[in-house]
C-alpha cells in the first residue's frame, strides 16, 4: 500500500502534524537501495515508511510498536528504535533490524520502557533508553537484550 501526501494550503497543517511525530534517515550504503533513500517513522502506530518521491510515503513495516522514536543505518541496514506503550513509561524499549522486503528481524527487546537514540560510534551501535531509565546498551549480533 502507497501513502500519497499531496501538498495544498488545506493539506499543510497535516503534513506539517506528520513531520513533527516523524523521525527520518537519509541512508547510503552499497547494500542498500540506490540512490540514497528517505525513511520516516510514525506514532500511533509505530510503522516504518520509505519515501518514493513527489509526495508519495510507502510503508516498509508491519506496525512494530506504539512509536518508531529513532532510525538509524548500521553495518548496511537499516534499524528501528521503538517503545511499546503510548506514554514511553509503561512500555518496552525495543530495536528492530530491517532484513528488506517488509521483513523485521527483532534484535533487541525488553531494553527499559523505550529506546529513544540509536547511535553509531567507532563502528559499534548503541542504544538509548529513556522514561524512568537511562541505559546505554550495546548491540552484540545474535542476542536480543
Same mark, same amino acid.
Given at each position: 500500500?502507497?501513502? %500519497?501526501?499531496?501538498?495544498?494550503?488545506?493539506? @499543510?497543517?497535516?503534513? #506539517?502534524?506528520?513531520?513533527?511525530?516523524?523521525?527520518?534517515? !537519509?541512508?547510503?550504503?552499497? #547494500?542498500?537501495?540506490?540512490?540514497?533513500?528517505?525513511?520516516?517513522g510514525? #506514532? /500511533? $502506530?509505530?510503522?516504518? !515508511?520509505?519515501? +518514493?518521491? &513527489?509526495?508519495?510515503?510507502? $510503508?516498509?513495516?508491519?506496525?512494530?510498536?506504539?512509536?518508531? +522514536?529513532? =532510525?538509524?543505518?548500521? /553495518?548496511? /541496514?537499516?534499524?528501528?528504535a521503538? @517503545?511499546?506503550?503510548?506514554?514511553?513509561?509503561?512500555?518496552?524499549?525495543r530495536?528492530?533490524r !530491517?532484513?528488506?522486503?517488509?521483513?523485521? @528481524?527483532?534484535?533487541?527487546?525488553?531494553?527499559?520502557? #523505550?529506546?529513544? &537514540? =540509536?547511535?553509531v !560510534?567507532?563502528?559499534? +551501535?548503541?542504544?538509548? %533508553?529513556?522514561?524512568?531509565?537511562?541505559? +546505554?546498551? &550495546?548491540?552484540? $549480533?545474535?542476542?536480543? /537484550?
Amino acid at each position: 500500500m502507497v501513502h %500519497t501526501i499531496e501538498i495544498s494550503s488545506r493539506s @499543510t497543517v497535516l503534513v #506539517a502534524f506528520i513531520l513533527l511525530f516523524a523521525v527520518m534517515v !537519509y541512508a547510503y550504503d552499497s #547494500a542498500m537501495p540506490s540512490p540514497p533513500v528517505l525513511y520516516a517513522g510514525s #506514532a /500511533n $502506530p509505530g510503522v516504518v !515508511y520509505r519515501y +518514493l518521491g &513527489k509526495g508519495v510515503w510507502e $510503508p516498509i513495516s508491519p506496525v512494530l510498536g506504539y512509536a518508531v +522514536l529513532d =532510525l538509524v543505518e548500521y /553495518n548496511g /541496514n537499516l534499524y528501528a528504535a521503538v @517503545t511499546t506503550d503510548y506514554s514511553g513509561y509503561y512500555g518496552v524499549g525495543r530495536v528492530y533490524r !530491517y532484513d528488506g522486503s517488509g521483513r523485521w @528481524t527483532l534484535v533487541g527487546d525488553g531494553l527499559d520502557r #523505550a529506546v529513544i &537514540k =540509536l547511535v553509531v !560510534y567507532n563502528g559499534e +551501535l548503541y542504544a538509548a %533508553t529513556g522514561r524512568g531509565a537511562f541505559r +546505554l546498551y &550495546k548491540y552484540t $549480533p545474535g542476542r536480543t /537484550n
